[in-house]
Every structure is written in structure tokens, then in C-alpha cells.
């Protein structure tokens, strides 16, 4: 039972290239999500698709872009990296968009670091 | 603002005592509270959900109070393991209308159990 699968688990880049992280689940969840946890602050939601073929941007999307490519994958891209972008990211997964009793299942983070 | 408080920022206490962890929200309206455990390197895990009209929830030595009127939560570890060892997250999720359900996390308190 895999829940949320995030790769790569690590990734130094170098100012201006690009990468993609991909996170694939296999609850049969219709909504995932990509958060960045930074040191001494909450996480903080980049991106969500609430269903397969929808997208919306959260808290701080700026710099990154996403594709829902099925129920199962969601990938976050950033296009030009850079050491802002510095920092830990998760993807999690819902059964349904967030109300009263749904619970995120989360991956095990992907961390980022932007020379 | 809406926003999640959690004290203290740091805990370090003997294997086999209690601790207590709090959480100030100001989040409105509110939905209902979680509380994610978050083991270094791993992705945050839910331990409880508290919904409005709960004050109480235990989930084996973990046990979340609700009050709602002070917006205040607290998690009571009991008989602390070494395994305890990790952040603790308070969420707050709150009703944004149109169906749609907005998260704030708080910051998070690192507990440290020590032999």
C-alpha cells in the first residue's frame, strides 16, 4: 500500500535550470496538492487540483506551474529554479476536496535546493 | 488573519512523562481542527480531526481538546516514547464558501523524548 509516491527525494540545481516533481497515488483520491514546508514557518499550499482536469493556485504559486495528467499523477514544475525555491515539497492527496472529515495523506517530501 | 499559533516552539522531556502542546487560532469560520504528527524526513501524518461540537478525542496516548469558544486546542501525550520524538502540526480548516475549505498550519512544536 503505497499512498503518495513523490520523486525525487532529493535535487540540487543551479539557479535558472528547470525540473519537474512528480507525485503519483494510488487511493483512488480525487484531490491532490503540492505544499512547501521552509524552516520556522507553516506549510504553505503552492498548488491543488480538486479533480482530475482542474487545477487552482493557492497560497504561493508564484514561480511554478502544474498538470494533473490523470486521477493518479500530479507534477509540479518550475520552469527557471530559483534559491527562493530553496525547500521541502509535499504532495498529498484526499478523498475529496477538504470539508469536515476528509484527511490529507501526504508523501514523504521532496527536498529542493537552488544554488 | 487567520492564523495558527502553536507553543511551545520546542519540547524536550524524559521518556515516560506527559507533555502538553498547544494551539491558538484565530481562523473563522471555523471547520474543524486537525492535529499531524511529522517524523523528521517524513511527510506530516493525521492523529486527530476535531470537529466543532467535540471537546475531547483520544487516539491511544495521544489525546486533543477542543475549546472552541477560546479557540484553543491541546494535545496531552501520555507516558512519552521515544518514538514520540517529532513535530507536532495543529491545523485549523476553515469554511471559504462556495464548497470550497481553506487550511492553515501552524508552525509546529518539535518534541524531543530523551532517554
Known amino acids: 500500500n503505497a499512498g503518495v509516491t513523490q520523486t525525487p527525494k532529493f535535487q540540487v540545481l543551479k539557479t535558472g535550470q528547470s525540473m519537474t516533481l512528480q507525485c503519483a497515488q494510488d487511493?483512488?483520491?480525487?484531490?491532490m496538492y503540492w505544499y512547501r514546508q521552509d524552516p520556522g514557518m507553516g506549510l504553505r499550499l503552492i498548488y491543488y487540483?480538486?479533480?482530475?482536469?482542474?487545477?487552482d493556485k493557492g497560497e504561493v504559486p508564484n514561480g511554478y506551474n502544474v498538470s494533473r495528467l490523470n486521477k493518479r499523477e500530479f507534477s509540479l514544475r518550475l520552469e527557471s529554479a530559483a534559491p527562493s525555491q530553496t525547500s521541502v515539497y509535499f504532495c498529498?492527496?484526499?478523498?475529496?476536496?477538504?470539508?469536515?472529515?476528509?484527511?490529507?495523506?501526504f508523501g514523504a517530501g521532496s527536498r529542493l535546493t537552488v544554488l | 488573519k487567520n492564523q495558527v499559533e502553536q507553543s511551545p516552539q520546542s519540547l524536550i522531556i524524559l521518556e515516560g512523562k506527559n507533555c502538553t502542546l498547544q494551539?491558538?487560532?484565530?481562523?473563522?469560520?471555523?471547520?474543524?481542527l486537525r492535529w499531524y504528527k511529522q517524523d523528521t524526513g517524513r511527510g506530516p501524518v493525521s492523529l486527530t480531526i476535531?470537529?466543532?461540537?467535540?471537546n475531547t478525542k483520544s487516539n491511544g496516548r495521544y489525546t486533543a481538546t477542543l475549546d472552541a469558544d477560546t479557540k484553543q486546542s491541546s494535545l496531552h501525550i501520555t507516558a512519552s516514547q521515544l518514538s514520540d520524538s517529532a513535530s507536532y502540526i495543529c491545523?485549523?480548516?476553515?469554511?471559504?464558501?462556495?464548497?470550497?475549505?481553506?487550511?492553515?498550519f501552524g508552525k509546529g512544536t518539535k518534541l524531543s523524548v530523551i532517554p
Open positions: 498529498a492527496s484526499s478523498r475529496e476536496n477538504l470539508s469536515g472529515a476528509n484527511v490529507l495523506t
Open positions: 487511493m483512488n483520491h480525487n484531490s
Open positions: 487540483s480538486a479533480s482530475e482536469g482542474t487545477t
Open positions: 476535531m470537529t466543532f461540537s467535540e
Open positions: 491545523v485549523v480548516i476553515r469554511y471559504s464558501g462556495a464548497g470550497s475549505y481553506q487550511l492553515t
Open positions: 494551539c491558538n487560532y484565530t481562523v473563522s469560520p471555523f471547520s474543524n
